[in-house]
Nanobody, 121 residues
Framework: QVQLVESGGDLVQAGGSLRLSCAAS????????MGWYRQAPGKQREMVAT???????NYADSVKGRFTISRDNSKNTVDLQMNSLKPEDTAVYYCYADLRVRVGAMPYGDWGQGTQVTVSS
């Protein structure tokens, strides 16, 4: 009953920028950690950046200094600003959220459908 929808993926030249957005909707009691993960062809899904409800962030070493994750708790959204993009950033980017659907429930993880980011050289 909860849906995460990503947007903002596109084709961009190396060195360019993109901003990805993810909106959570549905019956949600609370949202804990949110994040962005990516999966390139032939590779496992990897963590790109995460952010707690309090704003604490973590980044993969490969994107530190280039990407910035942010969230708006009032809108149930999480964004990923991607600068200085490299061809190796090419992947499907997935939104993730730890959710509680009601008070007292344990959190569970939910995923969006993904948005394609392609960086050309």
């Amino acid at each position: 009953q909860v849906q995460l929808v990503e947007s903002g993926g596109d084709l961009v030249q190396a060195g360019g920028s993109l901003r990805l957005s993810c909106a959570a909707s549905g019956r949600i009691w609370s949202i804990g950690r949110m994040g962005w993960y990516r999966q390139a062809p032939g590779k496992q899904r990897e963590m790109v950046a995460t952010i707690t409800s309090g704003g604490s962030t973590n980044y993969a070493d490969s994107v530190k200094g280039r990407f910035t994750i942010s969230r708006d708790n009032s809108k149930n959204t999480v964004d990923l600003q991607m600068n200085s993009l490299k061809p190796e950033d090419t992947a499907v980017y997935y939104c993730y959220a730890d959710l509680r659907v009601r008070v007292g429930a344990m959190p569970y993880g939910d995923w969006g459908q993904g948005t394609q980011v392609t960086v050309s050289s």
